[in-house]
């Protein structure tokens, strides 16, 4: 009935003290604790015996009271009462026993190293695939980090190469522009100079024609009486040249 | 001093019960329990590549239809081989000594195959009876010979177990009894039987060992004639 009335009092304060973890979220205390299930270290191999069958701990049980042969004594003792009773008689099990006994012994003891390294080998293979597979996740995702990294970096790099693209394009315009001026300047020259052609022709003909014209009138205004008289002088200028001509040689 | 030499061979009593019940379960106490950690102890990691190894070998040669009796053959593996060496312990009681539970388990188990591949392929459950390349007028002979032999598969089976095991149980009593008289009268002479009783405990265990593999072996065959 106290108790009863305990635990109606004890209640709210345990109700207040769970609350908020309960408020807060059931997963939350799950994960405070240790999990169960790994990794859980294996237990250790087997307890201590002596002999193969006691174990060590009756040994130190009788320890205090009966020192170190107390336990020899008490087997030694219980055999020969137990033999000297005929509470266990002799018969021929007895033989048999002592033989399966030594056989069991002779076993153990060669093959039982060989046969307990083959359990630790089972054993350790399989936590070594296990710790394989963990490891090669484990460098998996770091690798992953680290390519995850250097995209990073290259990310970063980036405006260099938009800055020299656009460098380009700009370029590629400028030259373009460049070239369509060029062209707009050859033709316009090329117009330019046929009309200064054309002009020098016009002139030039303009010129042949009037040459030819004031050849022609005088050539026509020549009379015979002048043509007689121009040739004579031109006899007379050629003989007092050639008689000055003469005289300085 | 043991009156008759089959006195081993009594089944253990409880007010008039016979026991043989619980010493079948035996092995079930000696069997460690199944845990889910990775790394066991050596006793469970041995047991656990034993029983793995077993039913590799069981089942490689079987058909499909057979992989539902692989639980029902490594169990019994395991059984009979516990229950065998068990016994080799002095002052044990064998069950497996017993043709009572040696027949329990071998006629249900043929008779099962034989059921299956009756219902499941029966015309080719009844080729069997016939073996191949045999001359036309010996066929209804071989037949009659086949059906014999197919029904004297459990009787085989079960008394098998029983003759190997009680004659190795007999054996070993009888050249201890050897050994235990020459012992008080001639002590030198009764090294013989000494070294002899230490051979054929070798022997026996052996025998027991391969007794289990053997019969179990054989019901493996009579499934994969019969799937």
Known sequence: MLSRLALRVLAPAALRSWAPSLSVGVGR????????????????????????????EFFQFLYPKTGVTGPYMLGTGLALYMLSKEIYVINHETIVSLCFLGFAIFAVKKYGPAVAAFADKINEEQLAAAEEVKNDMINHLEQTIQSEKKEQWRAEGF?????????????????????????????????????????????????????????????????????????????LDLKTLSKSARATV | MMTNLFNQFEIPQMFGTKMTLITLLLPLMLTPQPTNRLSTNRTYTLTKWMLKEITKHLMLPTSKNGFKWAPLL????????????????????????????????????????????????????????????TPTLLIPTLIVIESISLLIRPIALGVRLTANLTA???????????????????????????????????LEFAVAIIQAYVFTLLTCLYLQENT
């Open chain 2, 74 to 133: 490594t169990s019994l593996l395991l059984m009979l081989l516990t229950l065998n060496i068990v016994g080799m312990f002095p002052y044990t009681f064998t069950p497996t000594t017993q043709l009572s539970v040696n027949m329990a388990l071998a006629l249900p188990l043929w008779l099962a195959t034989v059921l299956i591949g009756l219902r499941t392929q029966p015309t080719k459950s009844m080729a069997h009876l016939l073996p191949e390349g």
């Open chain 2, 168 to 202: 190795g149980h007999l054996l070993l009593q009888l050249i201890s009894t050897a050994a235990l008289s020459t012992i008080k009268m001639i002590p030198t002479l009764s090294l013989l039987p000494t070294v002899l009783l230490i051979l054929l405990m070798v």
């Open chain 1, 29 to 56: 205390q799950l994960h405070t604790c240790q999990q169960h299930l790994a990794p859980v270290p294996p237990l250790p191999e087997g307890g201590k015996v002596r002999h193969g069958i006691f174990p060590e």
């Open chain 1, 159 to 235: 405006h260099y190469i938009f800055d020299a693209k656009r460098y380009n394009v700009a370029m590629l315009l400028e030259a373009n522009y460049r070239e369509r001026l060029l062209t707009v300047y050859n033709e316009v020259k090329r117009r330019l100079d046929y009309h200064v052609a054309v002009r020098h022709l016009k002139q030039r003909m303009e010129q042949d024609h009037m040459i030819n014209w004031v050849e022609q009138s005088v050539i026509q205004s020549i009379t015979p009486q002048q043509e007689k008289e121009s040739i004579t002088k031109c006899i």
